[in-house]
């Protein structure tokens, strides 16, 4: 693997690939000592134009927990705000022997930028791009639907008739766009659940179908449901009445957390907006995955680092003693 950049041009065998590698990861995790010797000696820089607390400290713990040397840049307080360009940002970086560069950034497009500018010949991983992908994020729920199935039992396995429920601000949501991606490659079926006006204009061409009715979607039944963040930064309309409106009709409520069946799961991305798309009840119930979410991210980013940094080397020394 030679950059990240997103899900959909992931295939089911390499989906599948990083996702039995982070089981290798979290089986590590589980030991007294966690840290890996694998990637001493290299060096991955968290380049981050956006704010992050989740996504940023959990390549950092990942990169850390496999032994390397971790820089993190932030756009604020740096070069950055006076003006200076990615281009530049990149050839600094080059310059200091990046070996990968995992990168957040507010316009769609920029970590492809990156990786096939010939500026930089790190390893490329998108952190998330504008309203574009986030494809570890999708990699981490992925990793938590199937183990929440399939338990220990999970290494190989697809997530082949899953029914996954999508709800919330979909228009905004990168991590909505790689998990349609993702979940399709991997065999589920996906229901997008949303107001019309956060619904993105086109989306015939998605492996989705898409309702406007939460209380339908939960009555069809579902396995998983996952509410996205209304990510008011990113609005400059009014795209729902009120917030009490949006959560009466698409909040995740107790009355709706009763309503589904039983061995469905709760996910949410985070950081949630308690009282908004989840309620407290729902968000620290027995359903809820959030914090397997978290803890399932560091084994994910750890596999993906490993992948882009170690796994080739490790092929090559595999088929060197043959």
């Known amino acids: 693997m030679r950059h990240l950049l997103d899900t959909r041009t992931l295939s089911r065998d390499e989906a599948l690939r990083i996702l039995d590698v982070a089981e290798d990861m979290a089986d590590t995790q589980q030991r007294e000592v966690k840290k890996l010797p694998t990637l001493r000696g290299k060096t991955v820089v ?41 281009q530049d940002t990149a050839q600094t970086l080059q310059a200091l022997g990046a070996d990968a560069v995992v990168i957040r950034h507010g316009a769609s497009g920029a970590p492809r930028t990156l990786a096939t500018s010939g500026w930089i010949s790190a390893g490329v991983v998108n952190a998330g791009d504008g309203t574009h992908e986030h494809p570890t994020q999708a990699l981490l729920d992925a990793f938590t639907m199937r183990k929440r199935r399939y338990g220990a039992d999970s290494r190989g396995r697809d997530l082949a008739g899953v029914r996954v429920t999508i709800v919330g601000d979909v228009l905004h949501s990168r991590v909505a766009r790689s998990n349609v991606w993702l979940l399709d490659a991997l065999g589920a079926d996906v229901t997008l659940v949303a107001p019309p006006t956060l619904v993105p204009q ?3 061409a998605w492996p989705v179908r898409v309702r406007y009715d939460l209380d339908e979607a939960i009555a069809g039944g579902l396995d998983v449901l996952m509410m996205l963040r209304i990510q008011a930064e990113r609005m400059n309309a009014a795209y729902f009445p009120t917030e009490r409106e949006y ?3 698409w909040g995740l409520d107790s009355g709706r957390l009763a309503a589904l069946g039983p061995g469905s799961i709760v996910m949410h991305p985070g950081p949630m907006n308690r009282g908004l798309e989840i309620s407290a009840d729902a968000a620290d119930s027995p359903r809820s995955t959030v914090l397997d979410q978290v803890t399932n991210g560091v084994s994910v980013r750890m596999a993906v680092l ?7 080397d490790a092929r090559d020394e595999k088929e060197d003693a043959r």
Do not use: P, Q
Not at 51 to 68: C, G
């Open 46 to 86: 968290n380049l981050f134009f956006e704010d992050s607390t989740r996504t940023r400290i959990s390549f950092e713990a990942a990169a850390k927990r496999l032994s390397a040397d971790v820089i993190n840049f932030s756009a604020k307080g740096s070069s950055v705000s006076k003006g200076e360009s990615l």
């Open 202 to 204: 086109d989306v015939s």
């Open 247 to 249: 959560s009466r009709r």
């Open 306 to 312: 490993y992948l882009l940094l170690a796994g080739n």
